[in-house]
């Protein structure tokens, strides 16, 4: 938020709601099927003081969306505005990456170590968000693609086999053989 991020939801209720509103209002004042839709987290973080409303309130509206089909989330991503991906969604991560834009997947719990293990992704434990200073630092840190580059030939060699034993129509191009 304070470095101007975009925020692309997947199911984030609260900020699609919020984004509908006007800016101004008090967090109590909000309509209270909006404040519902608040994580107690996120509620004490404003209460507390450590992350003013009304700011978030207006980045929400600056900078939130949330895609309901992918060719305009893809159509987005490969618009050339974003630098890079960082972020604990597994499959918000992968579109972005498929899109070209270098990603950074947070891992905060045993699937998604799971599946960056599996496939080489380049990933930063959650602890990194509050050890770094900005984005910049936690890419620098963490952003590491040789993992993925070792396991690609296999594994999509692996998939191929998977369609094509199984019968399933696909447009792959046969993998190369070493």
């Not at 209270?32 to 839709?37: A, H, K, Q, T």
């Not at 950074?104 to 509050?130: M, N």
């Not at 050890?131 to 840190?141: S, Y």
Request: charged share 25%; proline share 5%.
């Amino acid at each position: 938020m304070s470095e101007g991020a975009a925020f692309i939801g997947q199911t984030e209720h609260f900020e699609y709601e919020l984004a509908q509103l006007d800016e101004g209002a008090a967090i109590d004042n909000l309509p209270e099927n909006v404040r519902s839709l608040i994580s107690p987290q996120l509620y004490n973080l404003f209460k507390s003081g450590r992350l003013d409303f009304l700011e978030y309130h207006r980045w929400v509206r600056e900078k939130f969306v949330q895609y309901y089909s992918m060719p305009p989330w893809f159509a987005k991503l490969s618009s050339g505005e974003f630098d890079a991906c960082i972020g604990t969604r597994f499959h918000g991560n992968m579109a972005a990456m498929q899109s070209g834009v270098p990603s950074l997947w947070i891992v905060h719990d045993s699937r998604t170590q799971e599946f960056c293990d599996y496939l080489g992704l380049p990933q930063a434990p959650l602890k990194a968000l509050s050890e770094e200073k900005t984005v910049g630092d936690i890419f620098d840190k963490y952003y590491r693609t040789d993992g993925f580059a070792k396991k690609y030939q296999e594994a999509y060699a692996r998939f191929y086999a998977y369609l094509t034993e199984h019968g399933v129509p696909h447009k792959l191009a046969a993998p190369l053989r070493n």
